[in-house]
């Protein structure tokens, strides 16, 4: 197509040329050579036509229906309204302004109704979350859930939650069903972390790169990168709580402070951790256990060892094993924000 248009142009300017020469021939016949001069002037002009129609016409065509094709829709509707309230401020502001002398008042009209057309439609999708959450605020428009979308959770992961490593695997054992959204602020996290200078951050930062890239490939819960941001909020945090304020979602994440402020503020949280601990096997007081102690406890006599899952056990008068297996008894288990702690005493006899 850019093809024909460039011979498009290279004939327009051929004859926009000829028309000039017809139009000014006096000027070239008391010259000496003049048809070569009339021959190099048609020739520019067509080369000047075949050079920049293409760049006049289809290329800005085609760069403006790429935009389009690439908008959302509610990026096309707030453009759309964007653009008649801007039309329509310029009218009411050009009306006036159409009333001072010419050129002005044929000039500035126009300009002021570009201008405004422009500038409305890039505010309006730059800031169209807000204006959704306003008028559904004051009850101008209610939003109800798309099709299909009411029976599938959309999860927002924290950077914690990615680098955790578990993801995978809970999503691999169907626990996690819905679509898993990584907004691009978490990922720019995740990608530092791997640069990091640290070797166990850069670590972690990795692992979470890697396991994410598995994730989209083979994963049984679809991943997708979003570009969602919260325009003048810098903490990552707060990004994710206002974020699934927004559209209702839930927060994957391992990190208690992030789980305190989604709670506070009615977003639903998946904590891993909580996961990991609801899945322990139950310890009643009276059961037996075999643990190894590896370290004293806070206080004195006590010994502290870890079962295979990771909870924590404290010995009453261990610390006279540390670094040997002990059967015990369990006394009582203690469920804590940070996990479960079990305390026992070495089993007599």
Known sequence: MIRSIRF????????????????????????????????????????LGFTLLPYLTIIPALAALRAVTQLSTAEFVTAIIGLFLGLL????????????????????PLG????????????????????????????????GPAEGEAAIPHILADTSAIIDGRIADIADSGFLYGVLEVPRFVLDEVQRLADSSDSMRRTRGRRGLEILARMRKTGATPVVVIDEDVPGTPEVDSKLVALAKRN??????NDLNLNRIADLQGVRVLNVNSLANAVKPALLPGEELRVRVIQPGKDAGQGVGYLDDGTMVVVEGGAKAIDSEVEVTVTRVLQTVAGRMVFAHPRQG
């Open 112 to 143: 002021i109704s570009v201008f405004l057309g422009l500038a409305m439609v890039g505010l309006t999708v730059a800031k169209r979350h807000d204006l959704i959450t306003a008028a559904e605020s004051i009850g101008i428009l209610r939003r």
């Open 89 to 108: 401020l310029g009218l009411l502001l050009g009306l006036p302004l159409s009333n001072l002398p010419a050129p002005v008042g044929t000039v500035a």
């Open 8 to 47: 498009l142009g290279a004939a327009l300017g051929g004859l926009i040329g000829i028309v000039l020469v017809i139009a000014q021939l006096a000027v070239f016949q008391p010259v000496p050579g003049s048809t070569v001069l009339v021959v190099a002037w048609v020739v520019a002009w067509i080369v």
């Open 248 to 253: 209702g979602r839930a927060v994957l994440t």
